[in-house]
């Protein structure tokens, strides 16, 4: 049996449903479809990289670390964090002793409007605002507890002596589905740091490629 339509009332002035038109055994017909979308009503979505090198010391995340991103207290929106990528490299020949961790943790924080130094992210719609989350590259002002670790990157091993050069690049990728994203609410945030020590003559470095949602629900 070929297609065929089943005639509906002339329009009038209730709800309008999305259709499409086609033509079918000479017949102009509207065809129904569904787009299966979110809940969230996405106010913008952002992006932002950083170059980080592995510290001597470890840092603690709280007052020292690479980066932190910060939902404001005062914030009337949502922010998900969509995707995270490592990439590092070795940049000379050493003997790599240590095998300190970059670690991605969530946080809360108390004090006010942090001050530390702005990193800017970039818009992935002109047309988007600008970014009601706080991206920076040092923590003043507030005060951080952390939580939980979420993500965690080892560097780069990097070959010693006259035998090896610098070692090639590893990439960690994490780019969870939306189920899976940490949802950061007003007055929590995320943060990348070192929790354990390096070693002074470390040359390795890492690349870090972030995204975040910035959105309300109904």
Do not use: H
Not at 48 to 62: D, E, F, P, Q
Not at 191 to 216: F, H, K, L, N
């Amino acid at each position: 049996m070929g297609a065929s339509y089943v005639q509906l009332p002339a329009d009038s002035s209730g709800k309008k449903l999305a259709t499409r038109q086609r033509t079918v055994g000479g017949n102009t017909v509207e065809e129904q479809y569904v787009i299966p979308i979110s809940e969230r009503v996405r106010s913008g979505v952002y992006a932002a990289t950083m170059l980080c090198a592995v510290a001597a010391s470890a840092t603690n995340g709280t007052t020292t670390g690479f980066w932190w991103l910060y939902n404001p207290a005062a914030s009337g929106i949502l922010m998900a964090l969509r995707r995270v990528e490592y990439q590092s490299q070795g940049g000379s020949a050493l003997a790599t002793v240590t095998s300190p961790r970059l670690s991605l943790n969530l946080f809360t924080f108390t004090g006010g409007t942090p001050s530390g130094t702005a990193i800017t992210p970039g818009k992935l719609d002109s047309a988007y605002a600008t970014a009601t989350g706080l991206l920076k590259s040092t923590q003043a002002t507030t005060t951080v507890t952390l939580g939980a670790p979420v993500f965690a990157f080892l560097p780069a091993w990097s070959q010693s002596g006259s035998s090896g050069g610098p070692s090639g690049g590893t990439v960690a990728d994490w780019n969870p589905a939306e189920e899976g994203q940490p949802i950061l609410r007003a007055g929590e945030g995320v943060v990348c740091y070192q929790p354990d020590a390096g070693t002074a003559s470390d040359t390795r470095r890492q690349i870090v490629d972030i995204a975040w949602d910035e959105y309300t629900v109904p």
